[in-house]
């Protein structure tokens, strides 16, 4: 089974502290994504990956960054916390070539609230 | 603007019965399509996909259904169950997107005894 992990389910922070959300997968995935969830708005993508070191923005990449040393690990970082980063954090991955590495599998997502 | 759009916010259904999601997309780049459940306070899962050179998918109790020309799928569950209730997305990828999908806003049902 594909297993996808996030070093946490709930942090709290406060406004402008650095926040670093990490994920693992152990299928050895090429795509790993980043996606927020809010309410009435689904899932919104924020930066995906495609390779080592590589990085793509998403729909919402402002006020984040990401990083991707080793290809099971991807980690998005919030520079400065706002409260309207409060949001359900959800990573996910998939293979890289052919219909499959649209079958994303996702994280069990990290509950961020910013104070 | 909302590339993949999920009209009904929730839909109440009784046990036994069919549950219909349904589903309209706007990008006509889009050519693979899946659904998505989610249980609260954990990850979607992958549900059941279907291609564009396809026009049904079936895995069990669950259909999809797809209309290229009216650009709109759909998700049929039958017969409903108690562990269906959740939220589902349909999300959409196509050529060029590098494997990204664009995911519906989500629609809660509620398998009803």
């Known amino acids: 089974d594909v297993k996808v992990t996030q070093s946490s389910r709930y942090l709290v922070k406060r406004t402008g502290e650095k926040v670093f959300l990490e994920c693992v997968q152990d299928m050895d995935h090429e795509n790993m994504f980043w996606y927020r969830q809010d309410p009435g708005l689904g899932l919104r993508l924020i930066y995906f990956?495609?390779?080592?070191?590589?990085?793509e923005k998403g729909d919402i990449p402002e006020g984040y960054s990401v990083s991707r040393e080793k290809k099971e690990r991807f980690s998005l970082i919030l520079e400065s916390a706002s409260t309207n980063q409060t949001s359900m954090y959800l990573c996910?991955?998939?293979?890289?070539?052919?219909?499959?590495?649209?079958?994303?599998?996702f994280g069990p997502g990290t509950r961020l609230t910013v104070t | 603007d909302q590339q993949v759009k999920q009209n009904s916010p929730s839909l109440s259904v009784q046990e036994g019965r069919i549950s219909i999601l349904n589903c309209d997309y706007t990008n006509s780049m889009f050519d693979y399509f899946l659904w998505y459940k989610k249980y609260p306070a954990e990850g979607p899962t992958f549900l059941i996909s279907i291609s564009s050179i396809k026009d049904k998918n079936e895995d069990g109790r669950f259909t999809v259904f797809l209309n290229k020309s009216a650009k709109h799928l759909s998700l049929h569950i039958v017969p409903s169950q108690p562990g269906d209730s959740a939220v589902y997305f349909c999300a959409a990828g196509g050529t060029g997107t590098a494997s990204k999908l664009t995911f519906g806003t989500g629609t809660r049902l509620q398998v009803t005894l």
């Open positions: 990956s495609y390779d080592v070191k590589m990085k």
């Open positions: 996910a991955s998939s293979p890289g070539q052919g219909a499959s590495s649209y079958e994303q599998y």
